[in-house]
Antibody
């Protein structure tokens, strides 16, 4: 049974970098049949996909246009986890952040972390 | 503004059948499968319907999905109080090269 456990700070100051980690159990970040996603949910309630990483002979990273210039998703094979870094955050980045396993549907989700951007 | 369009709210009484619509375009629903997620208050979304009409193991057959053209719908029959939740539709968008979602529909059981 695949499980995802998220960690990271709940408060980030404007202009700084948001960093979150998603630890995987029951699967491998290097799996050739999985894709590892980040999604966020704003206070208004809508879900927004941020990007994903996956391994198919080599590593791929794909980002949503809305965050492409600021986001980095990296796998960590030594710890079997993947991470999200979002640079130059503003209050509009305040949201609950989720990691989730794909690729064809998001079948397993992390517990979510509320990240507030405030000074 | 969400790429897929859902009604913000829906309601029904116990035992009733309710449907929730999801409208998209040729680059998402029109060419890719639709998934539905149920989000109970204070929890992460849970996959409810995959590939338009498939129920993952453990999902009651009261929940069903369908897709036609660039629209999809979720039907819940025999409505129960613990069906109160937010429901989100989603599909892969080939033009945006990513997952897109509806804004979510809050279901109230009266």
């Amino acid at each position: 049974q695949v499980q995802l456990q998220q960690s990271g700070p709940g408060l980030v100051k404007p202009s700084q970098t948001l960093s979150l980690t998603c630890a995987i159990s029951g699967d491998s970040v290097s799996s050739n049949s999985a894709a590892w996603n980040w999604i966020r949910q704003s206070p208004s309630g809508g879900l927004e996909w941020l990007g994903r990483t996956y391994h198919r002979s080599k590593w791929y990273r794909v980002y949503a246009a809305s965050v492409r210039s600021r986001a980095t998703i990296n796998p960590d094979t030594s710890k079997n986890q993947f991470s999200l870094q979002l640079n130059s955050v503003t209050p509009e980045d305040t949201a609950v952040y989720y990691c989730a396993r794909g690729p064809a549907q998001l079948a397993v989700w992390g517990q979510g972390i509320l990240v507030t951007v405030s000074s | 503004q969400s790429v897929l369009t859902q009604p913000p709210s829906a309601s029904g009484t116990p035992g009733q059948r309710v449907t929730i619509s999801c409208s998209g375009s040729s680059s998402n629903i029109g060419s890719n499968n639709v998934n539905w997620y149920q989000q109970l208050p204070g929890t992460a979304p849970k996959l409810l319907i995959s590939d338009n009409d498939q129920r993952p193991s453990g999902v009651p057959d009261r929940f069903s999905g369908s897709r036609s053209g660039t629209s999809a719908s979720l039907a819940i029959s025999g409505l129960q109080s613990d069906d109160e939740a937010d429901y989100h539709c989603s599909a892969w968008d080939g033009s945006l090269n990513g997952w897109v979602f509806g804004g979510g529909t809050k279901l109230t059981v009266l």
